[in-house]
């Protein structure tokens, strides 16, 4: 069985113990996916990332926090702030790179076996998506390859572009 999975849907509606949410460093909401997971969960989660913030601030880009899902069917939200696309100079790469990893240690931590991810950083934050697809694939393989207790990972891309990308990549 593949532990990597790719599909073409809505990150909201997908069954697994943890989905990720490309949040912004207030953890407060915003659009695209993060509009989506707030809607659709309910307030629950937005209370738990004040009391986040109250404690420790934001969240830094590349890395993460976890919440409850609230309504979701997932049981956790684990939120994690990918890079602003600058160029490619800026680091951006190893930054994306973080929000897989980090995500994937934070699952672990909670005793997650199944997550989903969207495609971080590709939709507001303007990274291009086949070298998205590329760090995000190749973090989450060699997450993989050393972590033995995560048994699925799902990649939910939300447009053709992003799902033909990962698709690619994952081989
Ligand atoms: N399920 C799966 N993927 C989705 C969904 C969904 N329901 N909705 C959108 N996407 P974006 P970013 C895809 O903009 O680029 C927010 O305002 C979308 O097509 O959500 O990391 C935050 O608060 C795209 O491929 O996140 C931040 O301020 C991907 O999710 C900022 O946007 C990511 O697009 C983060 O920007």
């Known amino acids: 069985m593949k532990k990597l999975e790719v599909l073409k849907g809505d990150i909201t ?3 697994v113990d943890a989905i990720v949410n490309a949040a912004n460093s207030s953890l407060m909401g915003g659009g695209g996916v993060d509009g989506a997971i707030h809607r659709a969960g309910g307030p629950a989660i ?15 880009t590349g890395e993460a926090v976890i919440t409850t899902a609230g309504n979701l069917p997932a049981k ?16 951006e790469a ?12 934070l ?4 005793n997650c076996k199944t ?19 590329e760090v995000a694939v190749a973090a989450v393989k060699a997450f993989l390859k050393e972590n033995e207790s ?8 939300f447009d053709d572009a ?10």
């Open 94 to 105: 190893e930054k994306l790179a973080n929000c897989y990893q980090n995500s994937l240690e």
């Open 150 to 157: 995560v048994e699925k990972v799902k990649f939910v891309c």
């Open 46 to 60: 937005l209370e738990e990332c004040r009391k986040i913030v109250a404690k420790q601030g934001g969240c830094k």
């Open 13 to 15: 509606k997908i069954e």
């Open 115 to 133: 997550i989903a991810f969207p495609c971080i950083s590709t939709g507001v934050y303007g990274y291009p998506i086949a070298q998205a697809a």
């Open 76 to 91: 956790f939200v684990i939120h994690t702030v990918g890079p602003v696309w600058n160029g490619g100079q800026k680091k």
């Open 162 to 171: 992003n799902f033909e990308a990962i698709t690619f990549e994952a081989g």
């Open 107 to 110: 699952a672990v931590k909670n």
